[in-house]
């Protein structure tokens, strides 16, 4: 079974000038925004640095793994470093938010192409808990903060630089790429080639009916691993890829999971049951809660967890942490109660879920050809 870091050793000699951008091109730049390149990628958008020189840099630091999620991240940088179809490429206009008291939490990066146009690459979400729970807000929100600044990435590059742009991230990522492409303006949405979301939620249903998403909807490429969660989140208009991949359930997420051939991805005609279960299951359960009520069930959760100072998912494990939340919620009635009844709603929609019908339509099966 073959990965990205397969598909470089692969076609890593065929220059972008010979081969255009593919889906697993972009799977690469997505990966790579998750990489912390302060003080080494420039926050301009008018200076670069070839990638070959920003991956020199990132590997001279005395503890490079800490600038990464997995260790598979320095693999992929090492060897998109070393060839010939990525050395070259300029790095540029790398920006990061973090925000906790303002549930805000942004990357992105921006890849000059030989050529001549640019990949905007959104970082999805990261390990911090203020990263999670800007996700669920999307659930109750009609925008959040990562998704203005995407736009405001968007509008702040295109207008130092009036070239062709492609746009995309993984997870959280994708959905940032997609609001972004359809809140830009038709002007803007006029150069843009494609919008790779890649297994990322989708949006409310306000959003199916706006005029710039409905217009943007040709250049939206969406890409699931047959297991998907968390591209199943929220409404989806556009079709999507279902790809193959490696792992099991929600691991799939994982892009080293997602299985390649050439420039392509391996796909597979429709979701798993599971992954169909769960989709059910959240919408039923969403529909059932006002936005008042998600707001609050969502706050609660991030309350009780952040209440021992975790800042990263990591830590809400640790046995001091857990014990501390089983104390919070014997003496806290409010939260005790809050979390109850919505969990037992999730509880009941889940077996309506198991019980309903199989969705045949947009929700289950993908497309074979894009």
């Given at each position: 079974?073959?990965?990205?870091?397969?598909?470089?050793?692969?076609?890593?000699?065929?220059?972008?000038?010979?081969?255009?951008?593919?889906?697993?091109?972009?799977?690469?730049f997505?990966?790579?925004s998750?990489?912390?390149?302060?003080?080494?990628?420039?926050?301009?958008?008018?200076?670069?640095?070839?990638?070959?020189?920003?991956?020199?840099?990132?590997?001279?630091?005395?503890?490079?793994?800490?600038?990464?999620?997995?260790?598979?991240?320095?693999?992929?940088?090492?060897?998109?470093?070393?060839?010939?179809?990525?050395?070259?490429?300029?790095?540029?206009?790398?920006?990061?938010?973090?925000?906790?008291?303002?549930?805000?939490?942004?990357?992105?990066?921006?890849?000059?192409?030989?050529?001549?146009?640019?990949?905007?690459a959104?970082?999805?979400t990261?390990?911090?808990?203020?990263?999670?729970?800007?996700?669920?807000?999307?659930?109750?929100?009609?925008?959040?903060?990562?998704?203005?600044?995407?736009?405001?990435?968007?509008?702040?590059?295109?207008?130092?630089?009036?070239?062709?742009?492609?746009?995309?991230?993984h997870?959280?990522?994708?959905n940032?790429?997609?609001?972004?492409?359809?809140?830009?303006?038709?002007?803007?949405?006029?150069?843009?080639?494609?919008?790779?979301?890649?297994?990322?939620?989708?949006?409310?249903?306000?959003?199916?009916?706006?005029?710039?998403?409905?217009?943007?909807?040709?250049?939206?490429?969406?890409?699931?691993?047959?297991?998907?969660?968390?591209?199943?989140?929220?409404?989806?208009?556009?079709?999507?890829?279902?790809?193959?991949?490696?792992?099991?359930?929600?691991?799939?997420?994982?892009?080293?999971?997602?299985?390649v051939?050439?420039?392509?991805?391996?796909?597979?005609?429709?979701?798993?049951?599971?992954?169909?279960?769960?989709?059910?299951?959240?919408?039923?359960?969403?529909?059932?809660?006002?936005?008042?009520?998600?707001?609050?069930?969502?706050?609660?959760?991030?309350?009780?967890?952040?209440?021992?100072?975790?800042?990263?998912?990591?830590?809400?494990?640790?046995?001091?942490?857990?014990?501390?939340?089983?104390?919070?919620?014997?003496?806290?009635?409010?939260?005790?109660?809050?979390?109850?009844?919505?969990?037992?709603?999730?509880?009941?929609?889940?077996?309506?879920?198991?019980?309903g019908?199989?969705?045949?339509?947009?929700?289950?099966?993908?497309?074979?050809?894009?």
């Amino acid at each position: 079974m073959a990965d990205m870091l397969d598909y470089l050793a692969w076609r890593g000699d065929i220059e972008f000038t010979q081969m255009p951008v593919n889906p697993v091109d972009a799977l690469i730049f997505s990966t790579l925004s998750y990489i912390q390149f302060e003080d080494i990628v420039p926050d301009n958008p008018m200076q670069c640095i070839p990638l070959e020189e920003a991956a020199a840099g990132l590997f001279s630091l005395s503890a490079p793994q800490t600038r990464v999620r997995v260790k598979k991240d320095l693999e992929l940088l090492e060897a998109a470093a070393k060839s010939a179809r990525f050395d070259n490429i300029k790095m540029s206009f790398y920006r990061s938010v973090l925000i906790p008291e303002e549930e805000t939490q942004f990357a992105a990066v921006t890849f000059f192409l030989e050529d001549g146009s640019a990949y905007i690459a959104f970082r999805g979400t990261d390990s911090t808990l203020t990263g999670w729970k800007e996700d669920f807000n999307m659930t109750f929100q009609s925008s959040i903060p990562a998704q203005r600044l995407a736009l405001e990435y968007v509008q702040e590059f295109a207008a130092a630089h009036p070239i062709p742009i492609w746009m995309g991230g993984h997870s959280k990522g994708g959905n940032l790429a997609a609001y972004a492409a359809a809140q830009c303006g038709e002007t803007l949405q006029k150069r843009i080639v494609e919008v790779h979301n890649q297994d990322g939620p989708g949006f409310s249903e306000t959003m199916m009916t706006d005029p710039g998403y409905r217009n943007i909807l040709p250049k939206l490429r969406s890409y699931v691993p047959q297991s998907s969660v968390i591209g199943m989140l929220l409404e989806h208009e556009e079709p999507y890829i279902i790809i193959k991949s490696s792992q099991l359930g929600i691991m799939q997420h994982d892009p080293y999971s997602w299985q390649v051939m050439g420039g392509n991805f391996l796909r597979v005609e429709e979701l798993t049951a599971d992954s169909r279960f769960l989709d059910r299951t959240f919408k039923n359960w969403l529909a059932k809660m006002s936005n008042e009520e998600r707001s609050e069930f969502f706050d609660t959760v991030f309350d009780l967890l952040e209440s021992t100072g975790a800042q990263h998912a990591g830590e809400i494990i640790r046995p001091q942490n857990v014990r501390a939340y089983l104390k919070t919620l014997k003496t806290n009635e409010y939260m005790r109660n809050i979390l109850a009844s919505e969990l037992a709603s999730l509880a009941l929609s889940a077996r309506q879920a198991q019980g309903g019908t199989e969705n045949t339509d947009h929700n289950s099966k993908g497309v074979t050809e894009q």
